[in-house]
């Protein structure tokens, strides 16, 4: 059972250009969660989506940032005219559907994108 | 914004016991104890949780207060491939777009 996929996993753009960021989660996982990191700072939660729905997108900055997961294919994070502040870490994780309250739902983190910003 | 404090780093001798700490004294009763680790910028990776007793696997253990104020992540014999950045997250298991990374610890595993 492969993991969390995540592609590629170094990107350079240059100033003013997109960044798309792809996703794979694991066989049967339904729920993409997208986190950004800093150097040497934790991880911050930017959004949460099931297939076809974003659930909380109450880390993601208002403006040139977008996420989606397709019925089919991967979780897409993509950022529009990248900026030197957009350098970072992103980290993709995933989880099978809710349990019953009360147990837990472990995320499965992919290796990361880390996108350079020229 | 974390719920979480942690120290900022820690060192542990090749063989012996880490023993990581938590403080979690806002913690609500149906929020779980989480640890997660990342080593050397790769993604993280679960550890262990619980919610108020003693919890074993084959990684660690932890160890939660009965007042549940507070927690001890313990790996049993560290090697150096234990070393990493800890964290330390409290949320409501069936919740899952809560989880939020504090800075964690970083454990250095020294021979």
């Known amino acids: 059972n492969a993991g969390v996929m995540q592609n590629p996993r170094h990107l350079v753009r240059r100033r003013g250009q997109e960044a798309r960021l792809r996703c794979s989660p694991m066989?049967?996982?339904?729920?993409v969660y997208w986190y950004r990191q800093l150097p040497e700072e934790g991880l911050k939660f930017m959004v949460y989506l099931q297939k076809e729905n974003i659930i909380d997108e109450s880390g993601m900055p208002k403006e040139r940032f977008s996420a989606e997961f397709p019925k089919e294919g991967p979780s897409i994070l993509r950022i529009q005219q990248v900026v030197r502040g957009d350098s970072a870490a992103y980290f993709c994780?995933?989880?099978?559907?809710?349990?019953?309250?009360?147990?837990?739902?472990?995320?499965?983190f992919g290796p990361g994108t880390r996108l350079t910003v020229l | 914004d974390a719920k979480t404090t942690q120290p900022p780093s820690m060192d542990c001798a090749e063989g012996r016991a880490a023993n990581l700490p938590c403080n979690h004294s806002?913690?609500?009763?149906?929020?779980?104890v989480y640890w997660y680790r990342q080593i050397h910028s790769q993604g993280p990776q679960y550890i262990i949780h619980g919610l108020k007793n003693n919890e074993t696997n084959e990684m660690a253990s932890l160890i939660i207060t009965e007042d549940r104020k507070s927690s001890t992540l313990i790996l049993p014999h560290a090697t150096l491939r234990d070393t990493a950045v800890y964290y330390c997250i409290v949320r409501v298991a069936y919740n899952n777009n809560d989880m939020r990374f504090g800075a964690g610890t970083r454990l250095t595993v020294k021979p």
């Open positions: 066989k049967g996982h339904s729920h």
């Open positions: 994780a995933s989880s099978p559907l809710f349990l019953d309250s009360g147990s837990y739902n472990e995320q499965f």
């Open positions: 806002t913690i609500s009763g149906n929020e779980y």
